[in-house]
């Protein structure tokens, strides 16, 4: 069983930075990605980006591409979502989570463990 906690979310002003940070309890080897989604209000949850933890490649959506960045600590087990350049448009509740063998990491139903979420407010 995994278990993956969010942390890091707050209120900023446009153009200011945050760093997310989900980190994972029990067992995660070279099948696992970890992804990150949001949900806006009134809208679907959307992919953000997500890595895989073979090899370390990273994946983002073009509304992210360039201003967010993915990021992994081995010793900690624990993945980072940097976010600069921050936009009102990015205020969501933002949500890690995790799978094994996932072949379409945007799919959200690949994922098998999520996190609680953590609010993100770009003010503007």
């Known amino acids: 069983q995994v278990q993956v906690v969010e942390s890091g979310g707050g209120l900023v002003q446009a153009g200011g930075s945050l760093r997310l940070s989900c980190a994972a309890s029990g067992r995660t080897d070279s099948s696992y990605t970890m992804g990150w989604f949001r949900q806006a209000p009134g809208k679907e949850r959307e992919f953000v980006g997500a890595?895989?933890?073979?090899?370390?490649?990273?994946y983002y959506a073009d509304s992210v591409k360039g201003r967010f960045t993915i990021s992994r600590d081995n010793a900690k087990n624990t993945v980072y979502l940097q976010m600069n350049s921050l936009k009102p448009e990015d205020t969501a509740v933002y949500y890690c989570a995790a799978g094994r063998y996932i072949a379409t990491i945007s799919r959200e139903y690949e994922y098998n463990y999520w996190g609680q979420g953590t609010q993100v407010t770009v003010s503007s």
């Open positions: 890595i895989r933890y073979a090899g370390g490649i990273t």
